[in-house]
């Protein structure tokens, strides 16, 4: 009873706003890197130096100097809470090097509000502005976040298997 009652007390409370990310955002996106790793149930989390390792650093060195860095964040009460941003590089999503490969992360206490939907497609109409036809990303088969992104319309495009071992959905989501 108390855990229902916590979580409609919580969702009542989360109301984040989303907003294009700015320059000022971009020294959020480590902590946001280490927030989208995925760890199952019973599993211990990694090190938050996982992130200094060059197959995952990659989605947020120097972000914002090249083509396809474009990001919202949510923010709430003056805290940024949940970020979604893209890049054009050699990584788990690489399609090709037109399509930006999509990152997404909300602070915990804040998931299974809606706040990573209303990232998701504030992100998709950016992209869109910014004359891209589609978006990937790279997930985790286990991950219950590929519910999500099959409800906003990404496609499995591949099954591979990452550094780590781990069993990965490659997807895409066409965006004209």
Not at 30 to 40: C, G, R, S, T, V
Not at 76 to 104: C, F, K, M
Not at 141 to 160: C, F, I, M
Request: some cysteine; hydrophobic content about 35%; proline content about 5%.
């Amino acid at each position: 009873m108390n855990e229902i009652r916590h979580t409609i007390l919580t969702t009542h409370k989360v109301n984040a706003k989303v907003r294009t990310m700015q320059e000022s955002d971009y020294g959020c996106l480590q902590e946001f890197l280490y927030q989208a790793i995925f760890i199952p149930k019973g599993t211990t989390p990694p090190p938050r130096s996982i992130i200094l390792e060059p197959e995952i650093a990659v989605y947020i060195k120097d972000f914002g100097t090249q083509r396809g860095d474009l990001g919202v964040v949510a923010e709430q009460n003056g805290q940024v809470i949940g970020a979604a941003w893209t890049r054009i590089i050699s990584a788990y999503g690489h399609i090709d090097n037109n399509t930006p490969e999509l990152a997404i992360s909300v602070l915990p206490p804040f998931r299974g509000h809606g706040t990573g939907t209303k990232l998701i497609q504030k992100l998709f109409a950016v992209l869109r502005t910014h004359g891209y036809k589609q978006t990937s990303l790279s997930v985790q088969k286990d991950n219950p976040a590929v519910q999500l992104y099959k409800r906003l319309g990404y496609t499995l495009s591949d099954e591979k298997t990452d550094h780590a071992g781990h069993e990965d959905y490659l997807m895409i989501k066409a965006l004209q």
